[in-house]
């Protein structure tokens, strides 16, 4: 009995643990896809795509454009055309 309750106790833990990791990530690519979509001309497009690389590559490079080299996981990214899907 006590193992199981100790496997319980544990699982909670870790799930609170595992949840606060993920709000810091978000917080993270939030805050980069803001600057880096701060002079797009469609900025909820450019944060919709920004944020799914960033919370893919855990990457979006500095600035408003450019630097792609910074992130080579967010530079590679490619839509289904073949095009770059990163902005």
């Not at 609170?16 to 900025?43: E, L, N």
């Not at 600035?63 to 990214?77: I, V």
């Amino acid at each position: 009995m006590k193992s199981s309750a100790m496997f319980v106790c544990t699982m909670v833990l870790v799930l609170i643990a595992t949840s606060a990791m993920a709000d810091d990530g978000s917080d993270f690519c939030d805050t980069r896809c803001a600057v880096r979509c701060s002079k797009a001309g469609r900025q909820d497009r450019c944060l919709e795509y920004c944020g799914i690389c960033c919370e893919k590559c855990h990457c979006v490079p500095s600035g408003t454009y450019g630097n792609k080299d910074e992130c080579p996981c967010y530079r590679d990214m490619k839509n289904s055309k073949g095009q770059p899907k990163c902005p």
